[in-house]
């Protein structure tokens, strides 16, 4: 029984960590028209559906890289919060990891920025959730 909690509590990490990845993801696209956001406007409706609809494409792009992260840390018991933010990082990036394909300081790079940025959000809320407890169901 503690097994089958333990799965939901990671798939319901996961949901929440796309949502916070899209989140970051959006806010971080959408800053040049940042300064035209009222609260409760239709752009408020609007910038809520996109952070939807990318966590729901986030999930679904992420979910194999992440279930084979995921089955490591719970078969190692990595707990570490630096592994999470690793590794999320390194699936944001892709396997262009140096950079070589954006210049320091074009539109690509800080694209590609926005992009790590909402790797690490994601990794960050998937450990506060569930990563702090990986491996304590073989106990």
Do not use: N
Request: net charge neutral; with cysteine.
């Amino acid at each position: 029984m503690g097994i089958i909690v333990r799965i939901l509590g990671m798939i319901v990490a996961y949901w929440l960590a796309c949502i916070a990845a899209s989140l970051v993801l959006t806010i971080g696209t959408l800053t040049p028209v940042w300064d035209d956001f009222k609260p409760f406007d239709l752009q408020s409706v609007v910038l809520w559906s996109v952070v939807g609809v990318g966590a729901v494409f986030i999930g679904a792009i992420a979910m194999l890289p992440a279930l084979l992260v995921i089955a490591l840390a719970e078969g190692f018991a990595w707990r570490s919060i630096l592994v999470y933010a690793v590794l999320a990082l390194a699936l944001s990036y892709g396997l262009d990891f140096g950079g070589y394909v954006g210049a320091p300081g074009s539109h690509l790079a800080r694209e590609r920025e926005v992009l790590a940025a909402s790797g690490i959000a994601g990794g960050l809320v998937y450990w506060l959730i569930a990563g702090r407890r990986a491996g304590f169901w073989k106990a």
